[in-house]
């Protein structure tokens, strides 16, 4: 079933509204307990038609493919949008949505707090999440708390099920492909938690057995796109080790918080998350986190998929490589445009990494 089926379903079969949710951050948890079902909007592929008239030409593929979804009509499905505060594009991305084309849908907005966390940045996050369930509600209907309890233990089930198979992949332990791998994992960004915590258990218990054993690389960025750099790798028999990408690990890993308040560990969650460009999380925090992913996992080498004009990436990407390449860790920095494949100049250069780590 494609994503655009499966969430007419969650409306026409189970009642459910449907939220496209713009890039990165969000309590998915408060959606679910409102019943609303959230369509996250990363990577659209669809020709590039109508965005770049109303964006700057130095905008990331990201922003210019989630508006040209939106100006092609092709988000029908959705009864609303959300966007979290993840960077000053996708700001100005929800200004040019909610001010000037005139989408005639409720747009909301998320802002989470940006590094260093002090504890005013932690009563600013609960405080957050209380005024984004409170928006919703003439959207949704009010939320209920045991609700929003139960919801908030099946998201912590969700990170317990992917910190497994990211656990298993560091440790040699998954048997499929760096492109089932991704597929796998980035159903999280539409499926229902009921519908996606039995598809994580099956994906697990299908994937047993012992990856390839060519080299292992760690990948980091913003997105497995253009997904034409895994099929490379497989082709290569190389084994996607650890990732550090915005729209899979810095999202999915964190140790499910023990308090009883739904709030609070929501809030604890978030503290928790690795870090992150987008939250302005210090550099040696990022190079710290690296270095230990790759440790753990047998990468000899990172990739980083830049997708061209990301701002936030741009400003660590050139001194994370410099470090870890002066603590022995080679890297590669790539500069995509997600939909656009891999040139072949490109896959010359992953070539020769390769052949260097080796
Ligand atoms: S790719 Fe970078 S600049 Fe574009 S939306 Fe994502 S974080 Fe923002």
Known sequence: MTRQEYLRRQKEELGRKVCGV??????????WALGL???????????????????????????????ELLMQG?????????????????????????????????????????APYGPPARAYYLEQLKSLASALEPLAGPLDLAELKRRVAQGQEVARLHGQIYHRRAKGELNCSNAAFYQAVRQGEY??????????????????????RGQRVLLSGVLPNPPEILSLLDDLGVAVAADDFLACSRRYLFAPSASSDPWQ???????????????????????????????????KGVIFYLVKFCE?????????????????????ALDVEINQGLSGQMATRVEAFLEMLG
Request: aromatic share 12%.
């Open 265 to 299: 560990a929501l809030s604890e969650q978030y503290f928790a998350l690795p870090p992150c460009s987008s939250k302005g999380s210090p550099i040696q925090e990022r190079l710290d986190y690296l270095l230990a992913s790759a440790e753990q996992s047998g990468a």
């Open 312 to 332: 936030p990436e741009l400003f660590d990407v050139p001194i994370l490589t410099e470090e870890l390449k002066k603590r022995g860790l080679p890297c590669l």
């Open 22 to 31: 713009f890039p990165a951050q969000y309590p998915k948890e408060i959606l």
């Open 37 to 67: 079902a959230p369509a996250e909007i990363w990577d659209p592929p669809l020709a590039s038609e109508q965005a770049a008239a109303h964006l700057q030409p130095y905008i990331c593929s990201v922003v210019r493919q989630g508006l």
């Open 191 to 212: 499926l229902f938690p009921d519908d996606l915590i039995p598809f994580l258990e099956g994906f697990l218990a299908g994937a047993g057995g012992h990856a390839p």
């Open 74 to 114: 092709q988000a029908g499905v959705c009864d609303a949008f959300l966007f979290p505060h993840t960077c000053d594009s996708i700001q100005n991305l929800a200004s040019v949505v909610n001010d000037y084309i005139g989408l005639d849908k409720p747009c909301y907005f998320f802002y989470h707090p940006k």
